[in-house]
Structures are given as structure tokens and as C-alpha cells.
């Protein structure tokens, strides 16, 4: 999935940080209502949309593998690659990853200052680590 991935844009929010504008609205909606034809998303995101731009956007989410496409009778049924959580926890990875890579414990702190210090969670992050330590790397 990770080879559609071109940029992470820090100015936007959710989907749009990944996709744009209206590839992020064409995700949300098939996660939403699953397999789905042209018609039946350009009916979801409301009369403004132009059929065609929506199916070439689709079209184009098929080539980056973030969709996946089977002909059904006359018309193409799209449906998610993967779920959303799945993407969520690829996209999150390989941001962290890079982050990592880069600036090593910079980033590392970072995540520590604006995570929730609580102390269930600071618990979840010792046994995370514990986990590392061990060689047990199953999530």
C-alpha cells in the first residue's frame, strides 16, 4: 500500500494529509458505504460532482493500489484496497518511521511531549518497550 504514498502534508487534516482534496472524500466514501460503482459515490458527494472527474479520480486511486476494481455486468464496482484502519496504521508507520530515521530522539521526544502522560498510557509505552526489548515484535 505504501508505494501511492508521495507526501504528508503538515498544513492539512486527516485523509487530506495523504490524498487530496477530492481523493480523500472518494476513500472516506467507499470505507463508508464498501464496494461501490461511480454513480453510487458521486451520488454520496452530492450534485457538484462531475461524474467523470470523479471516475478518472478513481481510476487513479486503482493505479496507486489504494482501490481495487472488478467489472460487474456493465459497470466497475471499486471497492478499499484495504481498510481504513489498516491504512491509518501504514500511513502512521511510515510517518513515524521517516521522522525516526531523521531526527532519531528529537522526534522520539516530541512524540513523548504532546502524547497524553497519563499514567495508563505512560504504562502502555513501558510495556511497548518492554515488548521491543524482548524481541516480541507482534502488535
Not at 34 to 62: F, H, I, S
Amino acid at each position: 500500500m505504501r508505494q501511492g504514498i508521495q507526501s504528508f502534508k503538515l498544513d492539512q487534516r486527516g485523509l487530506a494529509r495523504v490524498f487530496g482534496e477530492l481523493e480523500a472524500r472518494i476513500m472516506d466514501t467507499v470505507w463508508e458505504i464498501g464496494p461501490a460503482t461511480v454513480q453510487d459515490v458521486c451520488d454520496r458527494l452530492g450534485p457538484e460532482q462531475n461524474y467523470k472527474t470523479v471516475m478518472t479520480v478513481m481510476n487513479r486511486l486503482v493505479e496507486k493500489h489504494f482501490l481495487l476494481r472488478e467489472r460487474d455486468t456493465r459497470a466497475f464496482v471499486y471497492s478499499a484496497a484495504a481498510s481504513r484502519d489498516a491504512f491509518v496504521q501504514d500511513v502512521s508507520r511510515h510517518v513515524v518511521e521517516g521522522l525516526v530515521q531523521d531526527f532519531g530522539p528529537a522526534a522520539i521526544a516530541q512524540f513523548l511531549a504532546v502524547m497524553d502522560a497519563s499514567p495508563d498510557t505512560l504504562a502502555a509505552l513501558r510495556r511497548l518497550i518492554e515488548k521491543g526489548e524482548s524481541g516480541d515484535h507482534e502488535a
